[in-house]
Nanobody, 124 residues
Framework: QVQLVESGGGLVQAGGSLRLSCAAS????????MGWFRQAPGKEREFVAA????????DYADSVKGRFAISRDNAKNTVYLQMNSLKPEDTAVYYC?????????????????WGQGTQVTVSS
């Protein structure tokens, strides 16, 4: 069982930055690929970014490429999402997810473990 706890969300003005963190309580974190997803009000949850277990593969949604960066620290069992140049349309609940598909994937249904989410609100 993998438990995930997100932190770092909040209210920020357009153009600002936030760094989300996701702490995992599992001894097998280094064998898990990780992903970030988000869900805006009235919309379906969507892929944001993913990283392989070793960090050598990363993928991003087109809407965040060049602005967001995913990284991980396997020694700390933590994955990060650095969000820069934030836009009002980035407003959503951001979820961290883990999969034992260690190569990494952007497909939501491949992720078996999910955090509770953290709210990110970008004001115009």
């Amino acid at each position: 069982q993998v438990q995930l706890v997100e932190s770092g969300g909040g209210l920020v003005q357009a153009g600002g930055s936030l760094r989300l963190s996701c702490a995992a309580s599992t001894r097998t974190f280094s064998r898990c690929a990780m992903g970030w997803f988000r869900q805006a009000p009235g919309k379906e949850r969507e892929f944001v970014a993913a990283i392989s277990s070793g960090g050598g593969w990363r993928d991003y949604a087109d809407s965040v490429k060049g602005r967001f960066a995913i990284s991980r620290d396997n020694a700390k069992n933590t994955v990060y999402l650095q969000m820069n140049s934030l836009k009002p349309e980035d407003t959503a609940v951001y979820y961290c997810a883990a999969t034992t598909y260690y190569s990494g994937t952007s497909h939501e249904n491949e992720y078996a473990y999910w955090g509770q989410g953290t709210q990110v609100t970008v004001s115009s």
